[in-house]
């Protein structure tokens, strides 16, 4: 039996676990610097991919959950 992906997992989002497993950084300051990069590069597509991402892994509006 395979296991499939769960519900908001995407390629970016494993990209920044093996960028994070490979460097020691925050998974969160990983996706900073792709949408940072992304933005710059006018990437739209891209863009949602790591908003989506970062509101997976629960790195989006921190400020509202206190900090978490």
Do not use: F, W
Not at 18 to 41: F, Q, S, Y
Not at 54 to 65: A, P
Request: with cysteine.
């Amino acid at each position: 039996m395979t296991k499939s992906p769960e519900h908001g997992e995407n390629e970016i989002t494993d990209d920044a676990k093996r960028e994070a497993v490979r460097t020691g950084r925050d998974v969160c300051d990983i996706l900073d610097d792709m949408l940072a990069l992304a933005k710059a590069n006018q990437d739209t597509e891209r863009t949602s991919k790591i908003i989506k991402a970062q509101k997976y892994l629960g790195c989006r509006n921190r400020r509202k959950r206190g900090g978490k």
